[in-house]
């Protein structure tokens, strides 16, 4: 993918920001027939909801006094249809497990260098973005500790995504002298290889706690929850981003093995008996073995 680099060095020594002032409303308003969805104001100067996907969507966001697109999404950036409304694009792609040190400080830069409000958004508004947008308000000063719940809160972002919660919570202004990454407006994104990686990462933890409880409870039923939805978001997002180049036949099982990624999750969240979820974790993994048998050295 090529990338563009629009801030052309490592920022150091960056200035702090003024204060902005927390808003957290989701009566923001745009025009019918826009995509936007899971809109919400976060500050003075934050925007946050889903991808804007037509020069309609672009146009509203302009409307609204936007200057910055911040996608956290893996899925390439709209730049030339943002461009075309005067907006500039920031791309740091992160994924469900949590936002690397990177991508904070990225976040904290791209508020930084902002030269007014900024739009944050992932595919459809409700968890990464909101936690990108929760980075951003500490950033700016408009949420603290006590506070930068709130916006994870209205945007809607499951608890289970304890990566995401962890890291919006733990989030400090650095040091003024700490080195800021570059800002692209089309970022390089995780391989193939990487995305199942991490399938398999959750899938064995997954495993080892059905296959060590009788029952999920307290903290095994809680990171159950976890692992289940990580593991169905992977999929969901392999089967959105990474099969436009695969033959049919992988993409059909792809698609197969991630219905049923969301059967094994949707039993997890519903707190059905260790016996039903297993079974149909089973089902996934047999789906697993059938793909890597005919595909996994290619990959």
Known sequence: MLVLVITGASSRAYAELPPQELVLRKDVVVAD???????MQVSTSIYSGSEPVSDKDFAELA???????LSVDGAAPKVAEAHRHGLRYVHIPFGY?????????????ATKEAEGPIYVHCHHGKHRGPAAAAIAAVATKCATKETVRKVLELGGTNPHY??????????????????LPKLVEAADVD???????????ASE????????????????????????????????????L?????????????HNSSRVAERVDAA???????????????????????????YRDNL
């Open 242 to 254: 990474y099969l436009g180049d695969c033959d049919k036949k992988f993409q059909d099982m792809m």
């Open 162 to 179: 304890a990566g995401l919660w962890r890291d919006v919570q733990a989030f400090e202004l650095p040091d003024g002298n700490v080195e």
């Open 268 to 294: 997890v969240q519903d707190g059905k008996q260790v016996e039903v979820i297993t079974r149909e974790f089973k089902l996934l993994k047999a789906e697993c073995r059938r793909c890597h048998e005919l």
């Open 63 to 69: 409307k609204l006094g936007v200057r910055v697109v």
């Open 97 to 109: 497990d949590g936002i690397p040190e990177e991508a904070r400080l990225a976040i904290l830069r």
């Open 33 to 39: 027939g826009t995509h936007l969805q899971n809109l």
């Open 191 to 201: 391989s193939m290889v990487q995305v199942m990686a991490r399938m398999s990462r």
């Open 205 to 240: 933890e997954l495993e080892g706690l059905l296959t060590n409880n009788q029952e999920l409870s307290g903290a095994a039923a809680k990171s159950a929850a976890e692992q289940s939805l990580l593991l169905k978001e992977e999929f969901r997002e392999t089967v959105r």
